[in-house]
Each structure stands twice: as structure tokens, then as C-alpha cells.
T-cell receptor, first 114, second 112 residues
Framework: GAVVSQHPSWVICKSGTSVKIECRSLDFQATTMFWYRQFPKQSLMLMATSNEGSKATYEQGVEKDKFLINHASLTLSTLTVTSAHPEDSSFYIC??????????FGNGTRLTVT | DAKTTQPTSMDCAEGRAANLPCNHSTISGNEYVYWYRQIHSQGPQYIIHGLKNNETNEMASLIITEDRKSSTLILPHATLRDTAVYYCIVRFLSSNTGKLIFGQGTTLQVKP
């Protein structure tokens, strides 16, 4: 079945640095991937839609210059948290699918900014 | 995307069937009902989806009412490993237009 892989599974970084999270579709090509963020005891919040070969579409309230998304190939999308601050600490999750299969999710990346 | 309403939490005894309800009264004709679950600190796991017919797979059954305004996810023999947050979501089938918008879900606690 479809598998979505995220890397790293967890990362700790210092305030002011940037962190890149990778999302790969392992056995299929995904023209569209989605990025979510989840704070403790809350539901997943959609951040942006990543489209291969074009600019990402961000949800209202999500800073595109803060969360850079690059979908350079049909199997890889990256999310870069720039100039990270403690309030960016969260669980980041990506998802992808090959139509008409359902969306599958990666296992998430836990970011801690100190 | 149509919104869904789910109970905040439910308990179920191990080995018994878990029936998780979902209301989606504003669903449109070409929106599907999807169910995902999330076990603590993991990404959501796809369970099942359907349009208007009842569906069954190795994990669960999905019962959709005739008017499509509500559905029920059935885990026939719940185990402790089924303890998770269950999300009912409606979306269009195509991933190009059908982003998944998560509500608060139902926290299912399976008890021994």
C-alpha cells in the first residue's frame, strides 16, 4: 500500500535557527501533498497544500515566509521552519495520496525549539 | 468542506463492538465520508471511506444513513490497541481539491 515517510521523526533546535522537514511518498508519485501542525491535546490544523512544480497554497493565518514549502519532485516535499522560536514547537505531519487512493499520513516530526 | 460533529469521548469494553457516530448534515452529493484515527504521537491512520453505500474492510465497517446526513464507524471487536482519537471527515475524492479538514474527533478508550 501507499506509504508516506517523514524525516526526521524528532528534532531539537535553538531559537533563531531553521529546520527542514522532509516528506516522501515511497511507492507512488504525489502531485499534491498537505502539511499539518498539531499542538498538544489539539486536533490537526492544515497549514498548506504543496503542489509539485508550483507555489504552495497556504491556509489563512499561516505565514508563508515563516514556513517555506518546496515540492521539487513528485515524491518529495519539504517544509522549512525559518528562524524558529519556542512557539513553533509542535508536531508537524504531512500527507499525500495517489488518486483515487485515500490520503496517507507520515508519522510526523516533533519539533522542539529551545 | 462540510463540517462534522462527533462526541468528544467514548468508552468501550475490550472485545465488544465500538460504534462511533458522526453527523454531517451539510454534506454535498459528491463528498465522501472518511474515517481516520490517531494513536498518540503518531500520524493519522486511514480506516475506511464511503459515498453512500455501507462499506466494510479488514479494520471496520462504515454505515451511512440513506439521507447521508450521518454515519457510524463500527469496530467489531475492539482491542486495547484501538484506543485512539477517531476523526470523521468529509471531502471530495480527488486529492487536488479534497484537503482533509480535521475536527476534534472522538477519543475512544477501550477498557479491559
Amino acid at each position: 500500500g501507499a506509504v508516506v515517510s517523514q524525516h526526521p521523526s524528532w528534532v531539537i533546535c535553538k531559537s533563531g535557527t531553521s529546520v527542514k522537514i522532509e516528506c516522501r511518498s515511497l511507492d507512488f508519485q504525489a502531485t499534491t501533498m498537505f502539511w499539518y501542525r498539531q499542538f498538544p491535546k489539539q486536533s490537526l490544523m492544515l497549514m498548506a497544500t504543496s503542489n509539485e512544480g508550483s507555489k504552495a497554497t497556504y491556509e489563512q493565518g499561516v505565514e508563508k515566509d515563516k514556513f517555506l514549502i518546496n515540492h521539487a519532485s513528485l515524491t518529495l516535499s519539504t517544509l522549512t521552519v525559518t528562524s524558529a522560536h519556542p512557539e513553533d514547537s509542535s508536531f508537524y505531519i504531512c500527507s499525500a495520496s495517489r488518486d483515487p487512493s485515500p490520503l496517507h499520513f507520515g508519522n510526523g516530526t516533533r519539533l522542539t525549539v529551545t | 468542506d462540510a463540517k462534522t460533529t462527533q462526541p468528544t469521548s467514548m468508552d468501550c469494553a475490550e472485545g465488544r463492538a465500538a460504534n462511533l457516530p458522526c453527523n454531517h448534515s451539510t454534506i454535498s452529493g459528491n463528498e465522501y465520508v472518511y474515517w481516520y484515527r490517531q494513536i498518540h504521537s503518531q500520524g493519522p491512520q486511514y480506516i475506511i471511506h464511503g459515498l453512500k453505500n455501507n462499506e466494510t474492510n479488514e479494520m471496520a465497517s462504515l454505515i451511512i444513513t440513506e439521507d447521508r446526513k450521518s454515519s457510524t464507524l463500527i469496530l467489531p471487536h475492539a482491542t486495547l490497541r484501538d484506543t485512539a482519537v477517531y476523526y470523521c471527515i468529509v471531502r471530495f475524492l480527488s486529492s487536488n481539491t479534497g484537503k482533509l479538514i480535521f475536527g476534534q474527533g472522538t477519543t475512544l478508550q477501550v477498557k479491559p
